[in-house]
């Protein structure tokens, strides 16, 4: 996820109104391509619904947003929008193909798969996590309880710091080095 952009899109969407976000045409994510993120299967938690409310930081710059999760067998769902309720994305996987929109007014580098291998990063079980992410060649491990890191050939990239035994409930912390990003992530079990 290319962070800054999301901040600076949900900055800019606060002041305009948004349209529906017009469709994207759905792919599938390459094994192996560099360029994309990793994912996990939807079915490696089960059926789960989740409210989120992440306090993004950038730099000087911080941006709230709210989402709204929801998996269940061979699907996963994602929506986000802005404090204010503007849609900034919508993104579905069913383990094999992507459908991702975005309002017209967030630029083009947003990447709503990007929020989505974040969110995997750091709510997923860490046997899935580990199998999809291991195929772009990153390593994720949890030194001990309630703390997560993503490495690519010994580089820590992000890391995730949980306050509870649940990351499906409570505050989780999330730190990504390689985009020089933060996030404050309050999720609550719906």
Not at 30 to 38: E, N, Q
Request: hydrophobic share 45%; proline share 9%; with cysteine.
């Amino acid at each position: 996820m290319r962070p800054a952009v999301l901040i600076g899109a949900a900055w800019l969407l606060t002041a305009c109104q948004s349209a529906p976000p017009p469709p994207a045409p759905a792919r599938s994510p390459a094994a192996h391509d560099a360029t994309h993120p990793p994912f996990a299967a939807p079915d490696a938690v089960g059926t789960r619904s989740a409210s989120q409310v992440i306090h993004a930081a950038y730099g000087a710059r911080s941006v709230v947003l709210r989402t709204a999760i929801e998996t269940a067998p061979g699907k996963l769902d994602v929506v986000g929008v802005t404090a204010t309720g503007q849609r900034v994305f919508s993104a579905h996987y069913d383990g094999k193909t992507i459908d991702a929109r975005k309002s017209p007014f967030v630029p083009d580098k947003l990447d709503p798969e990007r929020v989505l291998a974040d969110m995997q990063l750091a709510l997923w079980p860490l046997p899935a996590v580990q199998a999809a992410f291991g195929e772009r060649g990153l390593t994720v491990t949890e030194p001990f309880a309630g703390l997560r890191r993503m490495t690519r050939g010994g580089t820590l990239l992000a890391e995730v710091h949980y306050a509870g035994a649940d990351p499906w409930s409570g505050r989780l912390w999330f730190v990504n080095f390689e985009f020089d990003y933060s996030l404050t992530v309050d999720t609550t079990t719906n």
